[in-house]
């Protein structure tokens, strides 16, 4: 799973989130901010009932969060969603990605134009993370820079 200080760096920089359904998610701050959730239909829970390991299906709880804006959780992307959403950003620029494993961790591989640029973490997840970080970032300067020529 991802690190959630990166997610919270990855919303920070604009990564939009359009919640489905097995999308895993955090409230930072408070009581909750160790808790991971995950966009279900309804509640399923391992339990041991009488000895036996049981999946128990439940239609209501007894304890319910009533709602939460979106806007004050974190989304905690998969590895596909990161790679997908870093593809998105340099599909148009012909550019390449890779992603290689060695003993130190996980080294994400950018190529776009005549620029390469290489991102390293402790799981795939946060190697694509570093990298659809600093693309979100470029995009943003480019964005800002756009807005000040043109005033």
């Known amino acids: 799973m991802i690190d959630p200080g990166l997610a919270q760096q990855l919303k920070e920089a604009g990564l ?34 009488k000895g036996q390991t049981t999946v128990t299906f439940h239609g209501s709880t007894e304890w319910a969060l009533d709602d939460v804006l979106l806007a ?12 997908e959403a870093v593809q ?17 961790g ?4 950018l190529r776009r ?6 991102f390293v973490g402790q799981t795939a997840e ?3 993370g570093y990298a659809l970080l600093f693309l979100l970032r470029a995009a943003q300067q480019e964005r800002n820079r756009r807005w000040i020529n043109t005033a």
């Open 126 to 128: 946060d190697a694509y």
């Open 72 to 83: 004050d959780i974190v989304w905690l992307p998969t590895e596909t969603q990161l790679r």
């Open 16 to 49: 939009e989130w359009q919640p489905t359904k097995r999308d895993n998610f955090m409230i930072p701050g408070g009581e909750l901010a160790k808790d991971v959730f995950s966009l279900n239909d309804q509640t399923i829970l391992v339990e041991n009932v």
């Open 106 to 109: 996980y080294r994400c591989g």
């Open 88 to 104: 998105q950003q340099i599909a148009g620029d012909d550019g390449t990605l890779s992603l290689v494993w060695n003993a130190d």
């Open 113 to 118: 134009s005549d620029e390469e640029r290489e």
